[in-house]
């Protein structure tokens, strides 16, 4: 009777949520669908989401995450390779266009389509701007704007200011030590549309100006929340900083022209006051002041970014870097003795330069996607379009587009030799009406700083994987810096003649050995690099193991696995104290023995090396392969077993494990090496964390703050994303039981663990991306986990540090979730 009653309410429960679920999910449909009438038959296929929130949540999840391309890839996968969709974006239904014909359509036939960017951000760009305003007045303000910007003469005109603050821009970084390159090159680019427009401001309202629009940006690019705190409510707040900044200024140029005859010296300014309509009507300062927020804004932010990635991506490519510069070698040598700086017929010649810059502009799409309205119903590769929705036109998808540009991620300006991208295939600047008027100046730009730059300096890279999330750079540069420290500190770490002999001998054996298997940290796949290996072509016989990776995040796992597929390496996950994880990999190793053998690499007795930095599990490694091998009891009983440890550099030679017999297999394992000297500080701080050097260096509860900022900052603990966070939490808490079935203090201890941190980050009031208050946050956990893990009080350091060693050690053996601290760089 109870047993029927559980199941009837069970089944329920059950059909309520499978109920509310496909309510949900029809309301969208029944409202925008269902009132189309036949139409809606012939709608694209895709789906509009759930009320209000339609595909957004999918699209942010997919642009926070390292790999965005994940938005369309899951409408290819669920509705076929169609190039249209339907979806629910921006609080309107809309249809997504992916392949060049249907976004160069709509690109350009005016008839049936119009600006349809969302409210949100016509409200920061402005109502007249070029957005907001009808076809007729777009016509007229475009052609007079668009011409003193990109014609020839403009070009020519602006060329000088442009060398003139490229080349003092770089003597001033090259003396400044470190630099933000990007906020540098922002500053830069501003300058230049601000020269164009308004030539006459003075540098405290250039700054002024600068630092709203960065503001404003952001509440571009964010949810248009428009509650304090948020970034949209602050970009809004910038909006009417700069309307009045500009306000000023148009008041003065009228007063001025009004006192004094017109200047012969015009900008833009100057234009967009004195041009009339065919009535004789002047543009009203609400119009002039819209089109100064939008132009000046369109005018810095891209050429910026394009500037700083061209620049990055040559430095990382030598290859690419030498042609270049030698192009521009060259086209100094062969110009005139008398001739001062570059010239337009120069910078034509530079056909090299141009690739790199279009391999840019292609690789990041930074204006990934462009907003349209359907005029009317519209027939697009045999769908209907109705009439009032959203078309977005999906840049992205054509430029990442393998069949269009084969390894599409790669950055090859060689691809260009040659190459016409066919019509649609390439749309950096969009095209037809609204195609970008900045374009050939942006080129320009970009093509000036490139040529300065390759003549005569060259960039290091503080930080060469990825920015340290904000907030946590002051505990990144302490643990860091207290690695660099005991890395030049000689004898005292790892740089011991006995290392270097062992250094030196790994390295010797390397070409010798039939297959190298590089271990790595799951939890940090690029910092945790052997580096010895990078002097080794890639086509070296080499498998990447990413070994723990049973403490390192899921998702993320699959995410780096797909990134080495893509570098044309082989990797393999591993967890070297999972059986059946052993055993499968084993069966790889056979297989890729047997393959070598094939290929006539490898004798009947196969020798492969374990090489890796210290603690990343290598001997833990070989015992278990050479206990799952198929080797006979007696070779198993002959053989000793490697020392593992949890400190690092445990293991002090190399030793042989037989793992496989016919054909014979032997592993080495190695001394775990770190090279003499590591630049990035962030690297340095991983490596800390993740136990690859002794705690004892850099102190417990330092190394406990820096992970407490990176547990704060990337599990969102504060408020922030509460639903999120309570359901990230709850499924950790199932997981840990599954894994941990019988230890149940264990469990206890870190439900408790888990729960302080919560109520003392959403009880936070402040700002996470500020380190003061990040500081603050991290002092109150440090000091409410003391009864949490069960401290007995003692002085406060004393107590933070057994707080410290405590809650280190539950985030190494994963109880506190998985984490992986390096993020993929897709586009470096
Ligand atoms: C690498 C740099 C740049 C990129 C990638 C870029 C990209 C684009 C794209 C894709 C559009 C088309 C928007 C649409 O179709 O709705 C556009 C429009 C626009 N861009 Fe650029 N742009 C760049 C630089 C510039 C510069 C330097 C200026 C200023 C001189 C500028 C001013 C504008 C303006 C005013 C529009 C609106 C045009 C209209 O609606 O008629 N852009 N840009």
């Known amino acids: 009777m109870e047993l029927g009653f559980i199941w009837t309410v069970l089944v329920v429960i059950f059909g309520g949520v499978v109920a509310l679920r496909w309510l949900l999910g029809s309301v969208n449909w029944w409202f925008y669908e269902t009132k189309l009438g036949d139409k809606r038959f012939s709608l694209p296929p895709g789906d509009l989401g759930w009320p209000f929130i339609g595909n957004m949540w999918s699209f942010l999840r997919a642009f926070k995450s390292s790999n965005p391309d994940s938005f369309i890839a899951n409408f290819v996968t669920r509705f076929g390779n169609t190039g249209i969709y339907k979806a629910f974006m921006f609080g309107n239904p809309s249809i997504i266009v992916t392949v060049p014909e249907a976004c160069r359509r709509v690109l350009t036939d005016d008839e049936y389509f119009k600006p349809g960017w969302p409210s949100s951000t016509l409200k920061l760009i402005g109502r007249k701007s070029f957005i907001g305003i009808s076809y007729e007045e777009h016509k007229r303000l475009r052609r007079l704007t668009a011409a003193p910007v990109n014609g020839h003469e403009a070009l020519s005109m602006y060329m000088r200011y442009i060398e003139e603050i490229v080349t003092s821009a770089l003597d001033k970084w090259a003396g400044m030590g470190q630099i933000e390159f990007l906020t540098e090159l922002r500053k830069l680019t501003f300058r230049i549309i601000m020269y164009i427009f308004l030539s006459s401001e003075s540098e405290q309202v250039m700054e002024a100006l600068e630092r709203e629009y960065t503001t404003l940006n952001y509440g571009v690019r964010a949810m248009a929340i428009n509650l304090p705190g948020f970034a949209y409510h602050k970009a809004l707040k910038a909006r009417k900083n700069l309307v009045a900044i500009f306000q000023s200024i148009v008041n003065e140029r009228r007063e001025k022209r009004e006192k004094q005859p017109p200047r012969s010296k015009k900008d833009m300014m100057d234009a967009l006051l004195e041009v009339e309509d065919e009535n004789g009507r002047r543009l009203n300062d609400e119009e002039i002041i819209d089109v100064l927020v939008m132009y000046l804004n369109a005018g810095h932010e891209s050429s910026g970014h394009i500037t700083m990635w061209a620049t990055l991506f040559l430095q990382q490519h030598p290859e690419f870097f030498q042609r270049a510069k030698a192009e521009q070698e060259a086209i100094v040598k062969n110009r005139p003795p008398t001739q001062k700086g570059l010239t337009l017929k120069e910078v034509r010649q530079m056909e090299y330069l141009s690739k790199v810059v279009d391999e840019s502009l292609r690789l990041l799409t930074f204006s990934f996607v462009v907003f349209r309205e359907a005029k009317a119903d519209v ?290 394992d190695t001394p775990g090496i770190l090279p003499p000297e590591i630049l990035d500080i962030e690297v340095c701080s991983k490596l800390a964390l993740t136990g690859a050097i002794s705690d004892c260096f850099i102190g417990e509860t330092e190394l406990a703050r820096y992970f407490l900022a990176v547990l704060n900052l990337t599990v969102g603990l504060k408020a922030e994303c509460s639903g999120a966070l309570n359901s990230a939490g709850c499924e950790l808490d199932k997981r840990q039981k599954r894994k941990y079935p019988t230890d149940h203090t264990q469990d206890f201890i870190v439900q408790d663990v888990r729960r302080t941190l919560f109520e003392v980050a959403s009880s936070f009031g402040g700002n996470l991306e500020d380190e003061n208050d990040l500081a603050w946050l991290i002092e109150a956990q440090l000091s409410t986990l003391q009864k949490a893990l069960h401290v007995t009080m003692a002085s406060v350091d004393d107590t933070h540090n057994k707080v410290a060693t405590k809650l280190l050690n539950l985030y190494r053996t994963g109880r506190l979730g998985h984490y992986t601290l390096d993020r993929v760089p897709w586009n470096a």
């Open 379 to 668: 027939q697009m590769s045999g769908y209907t379009i109705p009439k009032g929705w959203k078309v977005l036109v999906w840049f992205r998808s054509i430029h990442l587009d393998p069949e269009i540009y084969p390894n599409p991620k790669e950055f090859n300006p060689s691809r260009w030799d040659g190459l016409t991208p066919k019509a649609g295939t390439f749309l950096p600047f969009g095209a037809g009406s609204r195609m970008c008027p900045g374009n050939d100046l942006a080129k320009l730009e970009i093509t000036i700083f490139l040529h300065y730059f390759l003549l005569n300096y060259e960039l290091e890279r503080v930080n060469p994987r990825c920015p340290p999330m904000a907030g946590t750079a002051s505990f990144v540069r302490k643990v860091g810096t207290a690695v660099r420290k005991v890395a030049g500190n000689k004898g005292s770490t790892w740089n011991t003649p006995h290392m270097a002999a062992a250094s030196r001998a790994i390295v010797e054996r390397i070409p010798l050995v039939d297959l190298v298997v590089e271990v790595r940290d799951a939890r940090i796949p690029l910092s945790s690099e052997y580096e010895h290996l990078r002097n080794f072509p890639s086509s070296f016989r080499r498998i990447i193991v990413l070994n723990k990776m049973d403490l390192a995040n899921r998702s993320q796992m699959k995410e780096w696995m797909m990134y080495f597929e893509q570098q044309n390496c082989i990797s393999y996950g591993v967890n070297s104290h999972n059986k059946d994880n052993i055993k499968e990999f084993l069966n790889f190793l056979q297989a890729r023995v047997r393959e070598l053998k094939k290929a006539g690499h490898s004798n009947y007795t196969t020798t492969i090396m374990l090489v890796g930095i210290p603690n990343v599990g290598k001997s833990a490694l070989a015992n278990s392969l050479h206990q799952i091998g198929r080797i006979s009891a007696a070779e198993k009983g002959k053989l000793k077993h490697a020392s593992v440890s949890a400190q690092p550099g445990e293991t002090k030679d190399i030793s042989s494990f037989k793992i496989a017999s016919h054909p014979n297999i032997y592993v080495l």
